[in-house]
């Protein structure tokens, strides 16, 4: 079994897009906890409705809740996972440490990027609502705006993917990273790559750090 892997980086560092070409080489299972929130909201369950409100404020949805996700949706002793987007605070690497997740082998990955980029990422995503492609209008556009060329199902627009929801966002994730860093860093199971670059520049930089722990 491949180590599991964390990844770690601000909205719009790249986390989906490179968590796809992963599972397409080395046959990953790519836990999102960031779709499995939106899959909560899509059911209109009571909790779904919480979710969403806090996802749409650019908070954190709680510990417990998310904990009580993931492990509704992980194995850790059956397959290699990305964890992509969890842990986000020192709480969350503390509840992770209570899993079976670091009985095995893991790194962190962490996807160090300019700032100053992402918004004009992220206000332009789209992601198919069939088969959650990602795209984006100004860096990957699919051949019509509004279909998935992959599945042809219909792109959509996140309702956290606005100008003032991402900036809280942001706030957010500069609060609570650096403790995160501090510790899988102090851990020696940290590996940096620098997200900045195009999309394959990112995966080929990934892919060759890869090749040290795979
Ligand atoms: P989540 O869905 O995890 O969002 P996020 O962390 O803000 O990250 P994003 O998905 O926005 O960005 P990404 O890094 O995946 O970038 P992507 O590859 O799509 O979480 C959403 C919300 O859920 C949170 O705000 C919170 O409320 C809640 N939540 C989730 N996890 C939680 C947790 N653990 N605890 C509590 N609450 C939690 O790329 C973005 C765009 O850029 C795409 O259009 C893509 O095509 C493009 N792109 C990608 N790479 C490049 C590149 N190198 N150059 C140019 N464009 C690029
Ligand atoms: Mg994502």
Redesign the pocket.
């Known amino acids: 079994m491949n180590p599991h892997i964390i ?1 770690l ?11 796809v070409k992963m599972v397409e080489d080395y046959g990953f299972l790519h836990v ?7 899959t909560e909201v899509k059911k209109g369950s009571s909790l779904g409705k919480a ?1 969403q409100k ?2 749409e ?7 417990p ?2 904990l009580e996700l993931l492990n509704a949706n992980c194995d850790f002793n059956k397959s290699s996972y990305i964890l ?6 020192i709480d ?1 690497v503390k509840a992770l440490n209570q899993l079976d997740l670091v009985k095995h082998k893991f790194y962190a990955l962490y ?1 160090d ?1 300019n700032m100053d ?2 918004q004009k ?2 206000v ?4 198919c609502k069939k088969c959650s492609r ?7 556009p699919p051949k019509h705006s509004s279909v998935c060329d992959s599945c042809g199902g219909e792109l959509i627009q ?1 309702s ?2 606005t100008e003032e ?2 900036k809280k ?1 942001m706030t ?2 500069n609060s609570t990273i650096t403790p995160v860093l501090d510790y899988y860093r102090g851990r020696k199971v940290l590996i940096e790559v620098n ?5 394959n ?2 995966y080929a930089e990934l892919k060759e750090k890869l090749k040290m722990i795979l």
């Open positions: 990844l980086g601000a909205p719009g560092s790249g986390k989906g897009t490179q968590a999102s906890t960031g779709e499995l929130l939106r979710i806090t996802i404020t650019g908070k954190l949805v709680d510990n809740t998310m992509d987007g969890y842990p986000r605070n969350q996807f990027v980029a992402l990422r992220i332009n995503r789209r992601s990602i795209f984006n209008l100004a860096f990957d996140r956290d993917d929801v991402v966002r957010v994730y997200a900045s670059k195009t999309p520049e990112v």
